[in-house]
């Protein structure tokens, strides 16, 4: 079955005929109108999303098809305590496709094993988010292009499952990586393994200064106070990496800012007007994905 679970499992070629899809979709999407006019999408977040969750929404009715959503873990048959098996179990019998974010690390690979219908991972704990990804190297594609990339990502690298997914995917692309973030948040050790064993071009540093002038890509992301055991190791790092203007002189001019969203303090409000900013386009850009992603998931599944 084509369960979506990881970045780890996306070849380039995979990648580009997602993209290449997703910008024939956004140049004529009246084109796919009613391409899935009779399909169902279940909706199933365990954990809060706009983004994800709304995109995902808009990309099936673009499609011509519709959603059924379990709600919110309150107002669901979790708050009862019926199991992610069961939940999923249940739910693909109403839908050609489920979307799931759950809290926990591995849940995704976990709920994909009880189902017949794919199962897209829209982000599991500190895991992955596979999805978020695609629209990431679409952003970067349309910006500053694949060739010679260098990319600096910033922030929470511990508990960021968008960095997670996206620095494996650009192994697949050659791109110089670098880390940013304090020493309590840098890439867990099962990541870095993984790059290592991908043969990526990676450098760890506490801070963005030395490296800024290099950066055709900085994404930025935010330090996750919901995934800390213990909120006072939240405060000794909340507030540290934010960026404003005067942090971005000595950046290329066209360095394109990303930020899969959302934001708390990291990037100053200053910075949406500049040319610099893409974040709300990234945003976007997570209907035409999708809609590729979903396109190319239900043709298969028919
Ligand atoms: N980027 C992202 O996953 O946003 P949401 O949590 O709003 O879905």
Redesign the pocket.
């Known amino acids: 079955q084509d369960h979506i679970i990881s970045a780890k499992q996306l070849s380039r070629a995979d990648i580009e005929e997602v993209l290449d899809r997703a910008a024939d979709i956004a140049a004529d999407p009246g084109a796919f109108a009613d391409r899935h006019d009779d399909a169902l999408l279940g909706l199933l977040f365990f954990e809060?999303?706009?983004?994800?969750?709304m995109s995902f929404t808009a990309a099936m009715k673009r499609l011509g098809g519709d959603v059924v959503d379990m709600g919110t873990v309150e107002s669901s048959s979790v708050k009862k305590g019926e199991s992610l098996a069961d939940t999923v179990r249940v739910v693909e019998g109403y839908a050609d496709a489920l979307v799931l974010r759950h809290p926990s690390e591995g849940s995704a690979k976990m709920a994909s094993d009880y189902v017949d219908v794919p199962l897209i991972n829209a982000?599991d704990g500190a895991g992955q988010?596979p999805t978020?990804t695609l629209l990431d190297l679409y952003t970067i594609r349309e910006n500053a292009g694949f060739d010679d990339l260098t990319i600096g990502i910033m922030g929470d690298l511990k508990y960021g499952r968008?960095v997670h997914s996206l620095a494996h995917a650009l192994t697949e692309f050659d791109a110089r990586q670098h880390f940013v973030s304090p020493e309590s948040l840098q890439l867990p050790r099962s990541v870095r393994y993984d790059l290592h064993e991908a043969g990526a071009d990676v450098r760890e540093h506490t801070s963005l200064e030395p490296v800024l002038s290099e950066l055709d890509v900085l994404y930025v992301t935010r330090i996750q106070a919901e995934r800390f055991p213990d909120e006072s190791e939240y405060r000794e790092v909340a507030g540290e990496y934010q960026i404003d203007a005067g942090t971005l002189a000595d950046a290329k001019d066209d360095l394109t800012v990303m930020h899969?969203?959302?934001r708390v303090d990291e990037i100053d409000h200053e910075i949406d007007a500049t040319e610099h900013a893409k974040y709300f386009q990234q945003a976007h850009n997570g209907v035409p994905v999708r809609m590729a992603i979903l396109d190319m998931v239900l043709e298969g599944e028919r």
């Not at 809060?48 to 969750?53: A, F």
């Open positions: 809060p999303s706009t983004r994800t969750k982000g988010h978020q968008t899969p969203l959302p």
